[in-house]
């Protein structure tokens, strides 16, 4: 367990379906992230949240809509995604996000596919 | 802007073999230095950091030193084992990732 909690582990959805993504850290970070991670590409940054208030969205489709109700809780509501939607979705968190001297710890990703 | 440039893998070795995986970034100033690792099913894990030039970082075995006058952060163990088989990322601290060199460790 790193400190950094992901559920589910595994989903399958449709392409009409909605579903979301929880991310939970308890280790007083005030910074968290969405990558994504497919084969044999540079992990994607998503979206960033810095004290609950979000501090970048890298051009990423309406149809990932991130939510942050407080600095240990962060969300990611899916809707309407496509096949090749279908990857690991990591979450990380840190104390700063314009200070990462100590790095980003991240959770064990959720395995997403699209059918 | 920035990027970080890793070599392919996989990288396949026999256990006690040395290990050597390059890593070369680009950036405006001089950034942290990070590598990563994943292990099957896991996400990933600080590995070991460097935040300024010919500092080396160390972690179970595993080194690299930041070099500025190349713009290299290359990972190296003297001996590896079964258990380093992994995916292993290099990156920056502006979250720039490189794309993942697997290492595969055969007994």
């Known amino acids: 367990e790193t400190g950094v909690t992901q559920t589910p582990r595994h989903l399958v959805m449709g392409m009409t379906n909605k579903k979301s993504l929880k991310c939970e850290q308890h280790?007083?970070?005030?910074?968290m992230y969405w990558y994504k991670q497919s084969a044999k590409k540079p992990l994607e940054l998503m979206f960033v949240?810095?004290?609950?208030?979000?501090?970048e969205n890298n051009s990423v489709p309406s149809r990932f809509s991130p939510e942050c109700p407080n600095s240990s809780h962060l969300f990611l509501h899916l809707h309407t995604l496509q096949p090749e939607d279908s990857a690991l979705y990591l979450c990380?968190?840190?104390?700063?996000?314009?200070?990462?001297?100590?790095?980003?710890?991240f959770g064990s990703g959720t395995r997403l596919t699209v059918v | 802007g920035d990027s970080v440039t890793q070599m392919e893998g996989p990288v396949t070795l026999s256990e006690e073999a040395f290990l050597t995986i390059n890593c070369t970034y680009t950036?405006?100033?001089?950034?942290?230095l990070f590598w990563y690792v994943q292990y099957p099913g896991e996400g990933l894990q600080l590995l070991l950091k460097?935040?300024?030039?010919?500092d080396k970082g160390s972690n179970k075995g595993f080194e690299a030193t930041y070099r500025k006058e190349t713009t290299s952060f290359h990972l190296e163990k003297g001996s590896v084992q079964v258990s380093d088989s992994a995916v292993y990322f290099c990156?920056?601290?502006?979250?720039?990732f490189g794309t993942g060199t697997r290492l595969q460790v055969f007994p």
């Open positions: 280790l007083g970070h005030n910074a």
């Open positions: 949240y810095n004290f609950k208030e979000q501090t």
């Open positions: 950036a405006t100033g001089y950034p942290s």
């Open positions: 990156a920056t601290d502006k979250l720039i």
């Open positions: 460097a935040t300024k030039a010919d």
């Open positions: 990380a968190s840190s104390d700063d996000p314009t200070e990462t001297n100590y790095g980003y710890t």
